[in-house]
């Protein structure tokens, strides 16, 4: 899966010398929490979020008696540029969903501006757009039923497993694995079209196969 069949195309952008007032009214009006700051030909300059409008007014608020006017004043006359971000962390067109979690997460954001080769803004990904984009991946809300079974790690060590779930006339969905508590050994978790789980079940057990079940991890 890649950032840009998933992203937004339509980007809401603000320039550096816009007010905040502007843009808090772009915010409002897209419905939307982040602003790409663009320059000339659209390059990206920085990135300005509701919370940094919210910082900008704190001083104003908290002296006494300050009214709403003056709020309004001050947002006004304060360029987007003065509390921008202006080290931007980016995806670019080229880039996998996998890639934009890695960002997400690790620089704790909630949105990527997506970037083509000249640093233009080709769109925008959040948090919502891929954990949406993954639900559907896994089959969520389909008619389906989950599997969950431990199998050794090395190659070909899937191929039993399918071969006894063909013979039941499933479709599987998904399949997503990952390690497992036990050494040289991984989770894998199918997600098969049927309700009717218990026969394949029965049939993996049979088999020799290691069915994880949720009270396997209660301590």
Same mark, same amino acid.
Request: aromatic share 4%; hydrophobic share 45%; proline share 5%.
């Given at each position: !899966? @890649?950032?840009?069949?998933?992203?937004?195309?339509?980007v809401?952008?603000?320039?550096?010398?816009?007010?905040?007032?502007?843009? =808090?009214?772009? !915010? =409002?009006?897209?419905?939307?929490?982040?602003?790409?700051?663009?320059?000339?030909?659209?390059?990206?300059?920085?990135?300005?979020?509701?919370? #940094?409008?919210?910082?900008?007014?704190?001083?104003?608020?908290?002296?006494?008696?300050? *009214?709403? $006017?003056e709020?309004?004043? !001050? +947002? &006004?006359?304060?360029?987007?540029?003065?509390? !921008?971000?202006r080290?931007? /962390?980016?995806?670019?067109?080229?880039?996998?969903?996998? #890639? &934009?979690?890695?960002?997400?997460?690790?620089?704790?954001?909630?949105?990527?501006?997506? /970037? #083509?080769?000249?640093?233009?803004?080709?769109?925008?990904?959040?948090?919502?757009d891929?954990?949406?984009? @993954?639900?559907? &991946? +896994?089959?969520?809300?389909?008619? *389906? *039923?989950?599997?969950?079974? /431990?199998?050794?790690d090395?190659?070909?060590?899937?191929?039993?497993?399918v071969?006894?779930?063909?013979?039941?006339?499933?479709?599987?969905?998904?399949?997503?694995?990952?390690?497992?508590?036990?050494?040289?050994?991984?989770?894998?978790?199918?997600?098969?079209?049927?309700?009717?789980?218990?026969?394949?079940? $029965?049939?993996?057990?049979? &088999?020799?196969?290691?069915?994880?079940?949720? $009270?396997?991890?209660? $301590?």
């Open positions: !899966m @890649f950032v840009t069949r998933r992203m937004r195309r339509n809401a952008t603000v320039s550096p010398s816009a007010s905040l007032q502007e843009a =808090r009214r772009l !915010m =409002r009006g897209h419905n939307v929490r982040q602003l790409p700051v663009t320059g000339e030909d659209n390059k990206l300059t920085g990135i300005l979020s509701d919370r #940094d409008i919210r910082e900008a007014m704190l001083p104003v608020g908290l002296l006494p008696d300050a *009214s709403e $006017k709020m309004e004043e !001050m +947002l &006004a006359n304060t360029p987007v540029e003065k509390v !921008m971000t080290k931007v /962390v980016t995806a670019t067109v080229t880039d996998s969903l996998e #890639d &934009a979690i890695v960002l997400l997460h690790d620089f704790r954001i909630n949105a990527l501006p997506v /970037v #083509d080769d000249n640093g233009r803004v080709a769109g925008i990904i959040t948090r919502t891929i954990l949406k984009a @993954f639900i559907e &991946a +896994l089959g969520v809300g389909e008619i *389906s *039923s989950r599997l969950e079974v /431990v199998v050794p090395v190659p070909g060590a899937l191929v039993g497993i071969t006894i779930i063909k013979t039941f006339h499933v479709n599987i969905t998904s399949i997503l694995t990952t390690g497992h508590t036990e050494p040289d050994k991984r989770a894998v978790f199918f997600r098969l079209a049927t309700l009717n789980v218990g026969p394949i079940r $029965k049939a993996l057990q049979e &088999a020799g196969y290691q069915i994880l079940d949720p $009270k396997d991890f209660r $301590k």
